[in-house]
């Protein structure tokens, strides 16, 4: 056995409608989610016992292993093969931020259990482990597939999306947190929204499909700038950026996307704002 390594990517909603909280206390939604070529990164190593190690630039908003969703996900993961908590030591170099809307704990929980179930060669698929994952939140199968997809019901129901293209973007986040559980009392208060399903763009290239993506909606956006007005700055600061075809806020925030027809555009837009706002982070990125 030996030593890997894997991307966890950061997910992008590229939409996101949101109805009515239902009997059960969830909330259904309707997204298109696409993921980043930026993320955490995951190294999980044979060990005598399973163990968790956090670095990284964001390790310190971090509590500690604690009941994080990798040991969560890998203590699952022992109990489905049978073979209680898999010996592994895994470290996790922390680069995205905490409570970001970029589905972080679920992406590091997913890229965990593909490296965990190769260094022990167990005999289970990927959707073996996207059952698994699910047991971690509504985030763990898309996560876990990283790949661009309608997601629908809580989440959970998952339709492929190849046709996307690579949509260059530029990732801020304007250093404040977003806990999910809190946007979505926010947005309780107000009128509901319908998780509805758009029907696809006409076609698939990237200014068709940005104009069709500016006809959709973030539902939760409103409430999150409404609890942390600095995503409302971020909001504002990415839209007047030379070249933003489109800026919205991810999942349940913090971070904000903006889109750009080149990834030239971006890498500019970038290098403007962290001149205007050195404090914040901002990474270029390809979308999907």
């Given at each position: 056995?030996?030593?890997?390594?894997?991307?966890?990517?950061?997910k992008?909603?590229?939409?996101?409608?949101?109805?009515?909280v239902?009997?059960?206390?969830f909330?259904?939604?309707?997204?298109?989610?696409?993921?980043?070529d930026?993320?955490?990164?995951?190294?999980?190593?044979?060990?005598?016992?399973?163990?968790?190690?956090?670095?990284?630039?964001?390790?310190?908003?971090?509590a500690?292993?604690g009941?994080?969703?990798?040991?969560?996900a890998?203590?699952?993961l022992g109990?489905?093969?049978?073979?209680?908590?898999p010996?592994?030591?895994?470290?996790?170099?922390?680069?995205?931020?905490?409570?970001?809307?970029?589905?972080?704990?679920?992406?590091?929980?997913?890229?965990?259990?593909?490296?965990?179930?190769?260094?022990?060669?167990l005999d289970?698929t990927?959707?073996?482990?996207?059952?698994i994952a699910a047991?971690?939140?509504?985030?763990?199968?898309?996560?876990?597939?990283?790949r661009?997809?309608?997601?629908?019901?809580?989440?959970?129901?998952?339709t492929?999306?190849?046709?996307?293209?690579?949509?260059?973007?530029?990732?801020?986040?304007?250093?404040?947190?977003?806990?999910?559980?809190?946007?979505?009392?926010?947005?309780?208060?107000?009128p509901?929204?319908?998780?509805?399903?758009p029907?696809?763009?006409?076609?698939w290239?990237?200014?068709?499909?940005?104009?069709?993506?500016a006809?959709?909606?973030?539902?939760l956006?409103?409430?999150?700038?409404?609890?942390?007005?600095?995503?409302?700055?971020a909001?504002?600061?990415?839209?007047?950026l030379?070249?933003?075809?489109?800026?919205?806020?991810?999942?349940?925030?913090?971070?904000?996307f903006?889109?750009?027809?080149?990834?030239a555009?971006?890498?500019?837009?970038?290098?403007?704002?962290a001149?205007?706002?050195?404090r914040?982070?901002?990474?270029?990125?390809?979308l999907?």
């Open positions: 056995m030996e030593t890997r390594t894997a991307l966890a990517p950061a992008v909603n590229l939409f996101l409608h949101v109805g009515p239902d009997a059960a206390g909330h259904p939604l309707a997204s298109l989610v696409a993921f980043a930026v993320g955490d990164r995951i190294t999980v190593a044979p060990s005598e016992r399973l163990s968790l190690t956090i670095e990284g630039l964001f390790a310190a908003e971090l500690g292993p009941d994080n969703l990798i040991l969560r890998l203590r699952a109990e489905a093969a049978g073979i209680g908590e010996p592994l030591a895994v470290t996790l170099d922390k680069r995205l931020p905490i409570a970001a809307g970029l589905g972080g704990g679920s992406s590091d929980a997913g890229a965990a259990l593909k490296l965990a179930r190769d260094i022990l060669a289970l990927d959707d073996a482990l996207a059952d047991t971690i939140g509504a985030d763990g199968p898309m996560c876990l597939y990283a661009t997809a309608w997601a629908e019901g809580r989440g959970e129901r998952l492929p999306e190849p046709r996307l293209p690579s949509l260059p973007a530029l990732l801020i986040n304007p250093g404040v947190a977003s806990p999910t559980g809190e946007v979505y009392r926010a947005y309780d208060v107000g509901p929204a319908a998780a509805d399903r029907t696809p763009p006409p076609a290239d990237v200014a068709t499909v940005v104009d069709w993506l006809a959709q909606r973030n539902d956006q409103d409430a999150a700038v409404a609890r942390a007005p600095a995503i409302g700055e909001l504002a600061a990415a839209a007047a030379p070249d933003a075809r489109l800026v919205r806020m991810s999942g349940s925030g913090a971070t904000v903006a889109l750009f027809e080149t990834a555009a971006a890498l500019s837009a970038a290098r403007l704002m001149t205007n706002r050195p914040w982070w901002i990474t270029t990125t390809n999907g």
